[in-house]
């Protein structure tokens, strides 16, 4: 295991891999990882599974020789579309859910067990996202949807469920993922023996940021994942800036989460896991920020501003999908309130009720009014009639208010991996 091979690529290139597991002399299967580069476009060559289109310009020919270091060489022959797999896809992060979120040692994890008991399974995102494809309908315990009756039915509609579910319901919850799988590793108040974990925490950030964004800190670049909407909606909400009281900049959220990202990996670094996982707390807190926004902002275009149309109440539901399980379990009640008037079948949005279902339970979730803010108008520099933001006065009370943000010092690192 970990042996370098080499062998000849389908172009006739040279190819570098690694044994993933142990070789023996009477062995009739050889399993091998691809090196990856580090350039995003180029990082691998063979790609092979998760794509409509198979790219095998890299894989290793279909007969050959391998040159196996430290053990000679050896023949082989395999189909390359068959017998190369992409080992981790973005439906695999939802469909290996239940073997990795849920019934591992240490499982399950306390985020993913809120989505597990809202919607009674542990792929509920690769069954939103097949039902969004197929037009069909959802298999949930509570937040059904059926994409195969009226609006809910239209291309548009389901344009934006799909990607929206892809990034926001399956993305979002596997970076907590990686950050769990850290802190299972953590050693208490051991410096030298974390490596594996540190690794697995910057996965997460890597997933939370995706590879659009290049390598700089408080980056504004367009991207696809759970960075890059955080930075869309402190524009709306006006919670950008240092201060999170700006339109632009980066968003508040994401400064505060990259704080936490280097701290967690810091005390990972130093053994300090239960330091370590208090700072996850309160990053899965902060991630659902966004997705609040996302339903608040679409609550208001499809409810006092009257845009109907199929991708805006098809964003207000995915937005409503991918946080209701959180609000679900600070109050039944409220969680239904908020679908009700999200769902893909809705024919009205009542988005004052909306905002106060949300604004009861943010210190239950976690959150703040200054951390969502409220729903802004950069045009006429002033909040939406009715969408002003609330104020927090204790730990469980809020008014409305005008303006308001915090203060914080940021310091933060970012370490991306790409990952075959």
Request: charged share 15%; with cysteine.
């Amino acid at each position: 295991k970990g042996s370098i091979i080499t062998g000849v690529t389908t172009d006739g290139g040279p190819v570098r891999g690694q044994a993933l597991s142990d070789i023996g002399l009477s062995s009739t299967t050889i399993e091998i990882q691809y090196t990856t580069g580090d350039v995003q476009s180029t990082y691998v060559s063979c790609q092979v599974g998760g794509l409509p289109v198979p790219n095998t310009a890299g894989c290793l020919k279909a007969t050959g020789t391998l040159t196996i270091a430290g053990a000679g060489t050896a023949s082989y022959s395999y189909d390359p579309l068959m017998d190369n797999d992409n080992a981790r896809t973005i439906q695999g992060f939802s469909t290996g859910a239940d073997a990795k979120m849920r019934t591992c040692p240490n499982c399950p994890y306390p985020d993913f067990l809120k989505f597990f008991q809202y919607y009674g399974r542990s792929d509920y995102a690769d069954n939103w996202i097949t039902a969004s494809f197929d037009g069909t309908a959802t298999s949930f315990s509570f937040g059904n949807a059926n994409f195969g009756s009226g609006i809910a039915s239209e291309r548009a509609l389901r344009i934006e469920t799909i990607e929206k579910g892809t990034a926001y319901m399956s993305v979002w919850m596997y970076v907590l993922r990686e950050f769990e799988d850290a802190l299972d590793d953590c050693q208490d108040g051991c410096i030298d023996c974390n490596d594996d974990p540190v690794h697995a925490w910057d996965e997460g950030v890597a997933f939370y940021t995706g590879s659009s964004h290049g390598t700089q800190l408080n980056s504004v670049e367009p991207g696809y994942f759970i960075y890059s909407l955080a930075n869309k909606r402190c524009v709306d909400f006006k919670t950008c800036g240092p201060n999170g009281n700006s339109v632009q900049g980066n968003s508040y959220v994401n400064r505060r989460l990259f704080t936490l990202f280097d701290t967690g990996k810091t005390q990972l670094q130093g053994g300090q896991c239960a330091a370590a996982r208090e700072t996850k707390v309160a990053i899965s807190k902060l991630m659902a920020v966004p997705l609040v926004q996302g339903v608040l902002r679409y609550a208001y275009i499809t409810g006092p501003q009257n845009n109907r149309d199929p991708k805006s109440i098809g964003e207000g539901a995915v937005f409503a999908a991918s946080v209701l399980p959180i609000v679900h379990a600070c109050s039944q009640v409220d969680a239904q309130t908020i679908f009700d008037n999200m769902k893909v079948s809705s024919t009205a949005t009542d988005f004052a009720s909306v905002k106060t279902a949300f604004e009861s339970h943010y210190n239950c979730m976690g959150i703040t009014c200054e951390d969502v803010g409220g729903y802004y108008d950069e045009a006429l520099q002033e909040y939406y009639p009715g969408a002003n933001p609330c104020v927090t006065t204790s730990s469980s009370n809020t008014i409305s208010r005008s303006t308001g943000g915090f203060i914080m010092s940021i310091v933060a690192s970012l370490v991306l991996y790409s990952i075959l």
